[in-house]
T-cell receptor, first 114, second 113 residues
Framework: DAGITQSPRHKVTETGTPVTLRCHQT?????MYWYRQDPGHGLRLIHY???????DKGEVSDGYSVSRSKTEDFLLTLESATSSQTSVYFC?????????????FGQGTRLTVV | GENVEQHPSTLSVQEGDSAVIKCTYS??????FPWYKQELGKRPQLIID?????GEKKDQRIAVTLNKTAKHFSLHITETQPEDSAVYFC????????????FGKGTHLIIQP
């Protein structure tokens, strides 16, 4: 498996508090992504990064921000958590354009907002 | 943006029979179509993928077909086994790798003994 680690694996937080999820990779892949998975919706893209300090919005970016200050780390921040952000969050990475575009996923973070 | 529809949402087959899951996509510029398998509580894992310059790809009991004209692609699993029970997701992406994948809503495949 690709070297991707998400932390924390589980978190319970209160409505209105900020939350940061971390994705760490050891593969030196250029592209990193954050998805959320909800029953009946599959996986939906929140934000992605195509290099250090280069990020862009995905389909469901409202209420989320990201940062990538190093190749290996991609942080997802919920600025003020709401119950609708209760979900399982997956980070994924892809190799450079010159080779496969396959995406490898991390183990996921289960976030509950109460 | 891209929209991916996946059918059926649940599929139950007898062990040893074949299973077929179908997806359609909307963006004719999409050129990469992976399939992921997700077991309960685990991460999605790539099982097979196909690029738009190929019509069919096979890997042992798993095959994927792509019809670019009709904008649909299918996953075929032959000689199903209990360990094939999982949720399967199709996805599509415009070429290059930067923009992320657009996923179907998933198919829960149940293998009956």
């Amino acid at each position: 498996d690709a070297g991707i680690t998400q932390s924390p694996r589980h978190k319970v937080t209160e409505t209105g508090t900020p939350v940061t999820l971390r994705c760490h990779q050891t593969e030196n892949h250029r592209y990193m992504y954050w998805y959320r998975q909800d029953p009946g919706h599959g996986l939906r893209l929140i934000h992605y990064s195509y290099g250090v300090k280069d990020t862009d919005k995905g389909e469901v970016s409202d209420g989320y921000s990201v940062s990538r200050s190093k190749t290996e780390d991609f942080l997802l921040t919920l600025e003020s958590a709401t119950s609708s952000q209760t979900s399982v969050y997956f980070c994924a990475i892809s190799r450079d354009r010159s080779s496969s575009t396959e995406a490898f996923f991390g183990q996921g973070t289960r976030l509950t907002v109460v | 943006g891209e929209n991916v529809e996946q059918h059926p949402s649940t599929l139950s087959v007898q062990e040893g029979d074949s299973a077929v899951i179908k997806c359609t996509y909307s963006d004719s510029a999409s050129n990469y179509f992976p399939w992921y398998k997700q077991e309960l509580g685990k991460r999605p894992q790539l099982i097979i993928d196909i690029r738009s310059n190929v019509g069919e790809k096979k890997d042992q009991r798993i095959a994927v077909t792509l019809n670019k004209t009709a904008k649909h692609f299918s996953l075929h699993i032959t000689e199903t086994q209990p360990e094939d029970s999982a949720v399967y997701f199709c996805a599509a992406r415009e070429g290059g790798g930067a923009d992320g994948l657009t996923f179907g809503k998933g198919t829960h495949l149940i293998i009956q003994p």
